[in-house]
């Protein structure tokens, strides 16, 4: 059973910067592209970022481009968002997804709260 | 960058049949695939549609997708509406190294 899960979510105040991790089971985790996809609250989903299954190409969204860093060791099947000058509109729940080819979203995890708030 | 419009919500009664639909702002909606995702109060997503009309293992066959070139928008239509179909669904849909989700459609079963 393929299991991903978020963690190193918390409160950080405007400015200030946090690193999530994901860890992987149940899946190849070396062959497989994965994103991190957002949800404010109350709010629809977001795509963050993307990285390939070597980790050779990675691509952000505009809102993060230059703040936020996806990264990946497949030696431990775990995915990383470091998040740098962080803004309160960054406020959301962050889900870390496998990506079943190039278009679909297929396997996400639970979500990890980031709240930015001074 | 394009966008995806769906309607803010969506209502209809138990048994019955309900499209939701997701246009696409700019670039051919036939140029890439389509996925939905359903999402329960207090859950992740899940995918209920893959590549415009393919079900996922799971799915019922009460989802169906579609899309619509003439119109450039895509559907998803779910037949026999059970209540515990009560849910958000968002289309995706990507451009290149670009993905973007629709804003989400409240489905209420009443």
Redesign the interface.
């Known amino acids: 059973q393929i299991h991903l899960v978020e963690s190193g979510g918390g409160g950080v105040q405007p400015g200030g910067s946090l690193r999530l991790s994901c860890t992987v089971s149940g899946f190849t985790f070396s062959a497989s592209g994965m994103?991190w996809?957002r949800q404010a609250p109350g709010k629809?989903?977001?795509?963050v970022a993307?990285i390939r299954y070597d980790g050779s190409s990675k691509?952000y969204?505009?809102s993060v481009k230059g703040r936020f860093t996806i990264s990946r060791d497949n030696s431990k099947n775990t995915l990383y968002l470091q998040m740098k000058s962080l803004r309160t509109e960054d406020t959301a729940v962050y889900?870390c997804v496998k990506a079943?080819d190039?278009?679909?979203?297929?396997i996400?995890?639970?979500?990890t709260m980031v709240t930015v708030s001074s | 960058n394009f966008m995806l419009t769906q309607p803010h919500s969506v209502s209809e009664s138990p048994g019955k049949t309900v499209t939701i639909s997701c246009t696409r702002s700019s670039g051919s909606i036939a140029n890439n695939y389509v996925q939905w995702y359903q999402q329960r109060p207090g859950s992740s997503p899940t995918n209920v549609i893959y590549e415009d009309n393919q079900r996922p293992s799971g799915v019922p066959d009460r989802f169906s997708g579609s899309i619509d070139s003439s119109s450039n928008s895509a559907s998803l239509t779910i037949s026999g509406l059970k209540t515990e179909d009560e849910a958000d669904y968002y289309c995706q849909s990507s451009d290149s190294v670009i993905w973007v989700f629709g804003g989400g459609t409240k489905l209420t079963v009443l």
């Open positions: 994103h996809v629809g989903q977001e795509w993307f691509f969204a505009d889900y079943a190039s278009e679909t979203f297929d996400w995890g639970q979500g």
